[in-house]
């Protein structure tokens, strides 16, 4: 299947700062991307879709001026936390198709643990 | 808002038994069917896809469909310690957004 590569693993930084993960289709070109957030024992919470060329859409009571999406490529998708805090620590999925078509799966990034301290 | 219901959990069952999974959704005009499989500290791996009503099989695992009852099922036969985990059920819909289930978690005792 395709690949989708995620980066950083892990990171953790200190609270006011900001932290940048990317999400990189390797072998496919992804015009849109999702990213996700999963916190201890709940399922996957999607956040927003990436769409290259475009602004991200935001799902209900996620903070647009906070959680920072980038879509500059069809191959790249960065999502940036400003001014994070204790409460973003989570981890972070992306997620990209291959194909527009309603019949093609979704393909996971590795995630991002993400600690606030 | 599209919902996506499942057992809960966790299950547990002897190794080489079936291990069976129910996913009920709310949106009747979702297209697409996934079960994903989520190790601890891991980003969720599919497993099998799903888009037409009836029965589908890969290898140890069988999907099953029912649109008009709006359930998707899935078997674990000849369960392995190594199926261990958390499964998803996850509805795509015509938005293209993915709605993911709470997760089932899965111990399969040696």
């Known amino acids: 299947g395709a690949v989708v590569s995620q980066h950083p693993s892990w990171v953790i930084c200190k609270s006011g700062t900001s932290v940048k993960i990317e999400c990189r289709s390797l072998?496919?070109?992804?015009?849109?991307m999702f990213w996700y957030r999963q916190f201890p024992k709940q399922s996957l919470m999607l956040m927003a879709t990436?769409?290259?060329?475009?602004?991200?859409?935001?799902e209900q009571g996620v903070e647009k001026d906070k959680f920072l999406i980038n879509h500059a490529s069809l191959t790249l998708s960065t999502l940036t936390v400003t001014s994070a805090h204790p409460e973003d620590s989570s981890f972070y999925i992306c997620?990209?198709?291959?194909?527009?078509?309603?019949?093609?799966?979704?393909?996971f990034g590795q995630g991002t643990r993400l600690t606030v301290v | 808002q599209k919902e996506v219901e499942q057992n809960s959990g966790p299950l547990s069952v002897p190794e080489g038994a079936i291990a069976s999974l129910n996913c009920t959704y709310s949106?009747?005009?979702?297209?697409?069917f996934f079960w994903y499989r989520q190790y601890s500290g891991k980003s969720p791996e599919l497993i099998m896809s799903?888009?037409?009503?009836g029965d589908k099989e890969d290898g140890r695992f069988t999907a099953q469909l029912n649109k008009a009852s709006q359930y998707v099922s899935l078997l674990i036969r000849d369960s392995q310690p190594s199926d261990s985990a958390t499964y998803l059920c996850?509805?795509?819909?015509?938005?293209?957004?993915?709605?993911f289930g709470a997760g089932t978690t899965v111990t399969v005792r040696a």
């Open positions: 997620s990209a198709r291959d194909s527009p078509s309603w019949n093609t799966e979704a393909f």
């Open positions: 072998d496919f070109q992804a015009t849109t």
């Open positions: 990436s769409n290259e060329g475009s602004k991200a859409t935001y």
């Open positions: 949106d009747r005009g979702s297209q697409s």
């Open positions: 799903i888009y037409s009503n």
């Open positions: 996850a509805v795509r819909g015509n938005d293209y957004k993915l709605s």
